[in-house]
């Protein structure tokens, strides 16, 4: 049985997301309320004894055709077995025949190795794009902490030797730490944007940090590293009772200097495993861990702190409309060459 519920009536979907061990924050209604320029829906799926086996939680996004928008399951579905996979693909197909929807799109985190869920995909009609860089909604390739048998006493031993020094020197210098507020958002923001620039990366606005922190509610919090009480580094967190992931993060140049980040992280880690997490998401990078890929530091700070990498099957689409998926193919390919 189906049941297609609202964001106010989306307890049961919560409840399995955060018990269910692949569950995934943006899977939740905590992720639609963060999304407010997205429309949210999402779709339960019972057994005969009224038992949920399955849910994808979809954001609806107007196309530039009156009439038409993109449906998309960010980490999703969540679900039990193959059976559980394919009603739930064709929820979403009605779904999207009613809404006009011409393309919808999953990215879950099922690994790259699985052959039988590649199958599954290809027999339902789903093309899967594999890129190894940002260009896709979620990043492929991630690198996940596995927290089972650590304890916030033992969690800096699972960290490469560099990286316990730097915390052991964050931990001796000035620096203090506390969990922020909405007050504090305006200066996380300015440091974000430095972040950004000298990165290479566009920061979201304020708003959305704003829009974040509020949906998260209890789920998450920010977290701030200052010295003699100005902001050095700061971050997002968020947390399910299995997983906890390092949504965003952002150091100025005496953060970076007195190691800030790692302080950041012990911080952050330390409350998953107060929480009963058995893992720790540090989301995405780009390309394989070699050193000739120029994104490797990214890596390497990843791999630092006892994360491994974790290739995720990509993005799969399937196309509702074929005639409206032809329109915006020529229109993305105009758009590049102008």
């Known amino acids: 049985m189906i049941e297609y519920v609202t ?12 018990a269910h061990p692949r569950g995934h924050l943006m899977q939740s209604s905590v992720w639609g309320r963060v999304k407010t320029d ?3 829906h999402g779709i339960l799926y019972r057994d005969n004894r009224g038992r949920v086996r399955g849910t994808l939680a979809l954001l609806e996004h107007p196309g530039r ?8 399951g960010p980490r999703g579905p969540i679900f039990e077995d193959e059976q559980s996979f394919r009603v739930l693909v064709n929820a979403a197909k009605e779904l999207g025949r009613e809404r ?10 099922i690994d790259e190795s699985d052959g039988d869920f590649s199958r599954l995909l290809r027999e339902l009609g789903f093309s899967v794009n594999a890129a190894e860089d940002f260009s896709l909604f979620q990043p492929r390739l991630c690198y996940v902490k596995d927290l089972s048998g650590l304890s916030p006493e033992t969690l800096e031993l699972s960290w490469h030797r560099t990286a316990r020094t730097h915390l052991r020197q964050a931990q001796r210098g000035p620096l ?9 958002l305006p200066a996380f923001h300015r440091m974000m944007e430095q972040t950004a620039h000298r990165s290479g990366f566009r920061a979201r606005p304020l708003p959305y940090f704003e829009a974040l922190l509020a949906g998260l509610g209890d789920w998450g919090g920010l977290y701030l590293a200052e010295c003699e009480g100005q902001p050095a580094a700061g971050a997002v967190a968020a947390f399910l009772p299995h997983t ?11 953060g ?5 980040n790692e302080l950041l992280q012990w911080a952050m880690q330390r409350e998953a495993l107060r929480r009963g997490c058995t893992r720790w998401d540090l989301r995405g990078v780009e390309g394989e861990p070699e050193e000739t890929n120029p994104h490797f530091g990214l890596h390497r700070s990843k791999l630092s ?3 491994e990498l974790r290739r995720w099957v990509g993005q799969c689409d399937l196309i509702l409309r074929p005639g409206l998926a032809r329109f915006y193919r020529a229109w993305d390919a105009l758009r590049w060459k102008t």
Request: glycine share 14%; hydrophobic share 45%; charged share 20%.
């Open 7 to 18: 964001l106010d009536r989306a307890g049961e979907l919560d409840a399995f997301v955060e």
């Open 38 to 40: 997205w429309l949210w």
């Open 65 to 72: 055709l009156p009439g038409s928008c993109l449906l998309y």
């Open 100 to 109: 006009g929807a011409w393309l919808l799109r999953l990215d879950p985190e």
């Open 176 to 184: 203090t730490l506390r969990v922020g507020s909405a007050a504090d």
């Open 244 to 254: 906890g992931w390092f949504l965003y993060g952002c150091s100025g140049p005496e």
């Open 256 to 260: 970076r200097r007195l190691h800030a």
């Open 305 to 307: 702190l006892g994360a």
